[in-house]
């Protein structure tokens, strides 16, 4: 079934205005990400180039599920297509800015970035299913590398706090704290059509839950990151 089918005129129009909305977020952050290359030290350029690469290409996502969903297709793929670029990318911009020797870069680069790409690997073929045992086994599947992600990370983030001057601590933790408790929406949205196959109003909140997630944790996470750029910068000016 095409999930538009389920949406009433006016949450049709809702998620319509609310997919356009994320495209002109993803492309205005992905200039001003631009802009800020010279703001921060060389070391830190690549944590600010990665952040625009992120929206840049989920700008260029979004813009064709908001086309599509304007010619009333729903094409779910183009999310995946998303994510399995842009959230390894994510940790990257994360690890760039943590403070982690570049031994210890590699090596959480090494297990996150394919603890990552298994995630939304496992998470497509039960997010396209229409059987809700289905959905139920690549849920399980997709939290188990999840779950590993989230305990890595929040790890990282206690090491950092002890090491960090209290300004980066504190950004860092903000950053991090962001980034996992947006990535927590992913997998309640994921479990809609399990609840209520039929319901259009829970498509209206999957998809603007959807949306709403991938700007924060893209454009407002980048922007954090940013600003842990900026403060290092400054520290070590």
Known sequence: MNP?????????????NVLSFGTAVMFGAFV???????AVKDQYRSAVSVSAVVVGIA??????????????KMNEGYRYADWLIT??????????????????RKKLM?????????????GYPGEIAESSGTKWLFWVLAMIPFAYILWTLYGQLQAAS?????????AIKNATVVLLATWMVYPI??????????????ETLRQVGYTFA???????????????????????A
């Not at 002890?162 to 504190?170: F, I, L, S």
């Not at 949205?189 to 829970?202: C, E, I, K, N, R």
């Open 162 to 170: 002890k090491r960090e001057t209290p300004a980066v601590a504190k």
């Open 214 to 236: 991938d700007i924060t944790a893209k454009g407002l996470y980048g922007l954090m990151v940013i600003g842990i750029a900026k403060a290092r910068s400054t520290e070590n």
């Open 59 to 72: 700008g260029y996502h979004y813009y064709r599920i908001w086309s599509d969903f304007g010619e009333m």
């Open 32 to 38: 001003y990400f631009l802009t800020q290359m010279k």
């Open 4 to 16: 538009i089918d389920l949406l009433s005129p006016d949450q049709y129009t809702l998620v319509y």
């Open 189 to 202: 949205a994921y479990l809609f059509p399990v609840f209520d196959a039929d319901s259009g109003t829970l």
């Open 87 to 104: 959230v390894p990318l994510l940790i990257i911009e994360l690890l760039i800015v943590l403070g982690v020797s570049s031994e210890l």
């Open 110 to 122: 090494a297990s996150l970035i394919p603890a990552t790409v298994l995630m939304i690997g496992l």
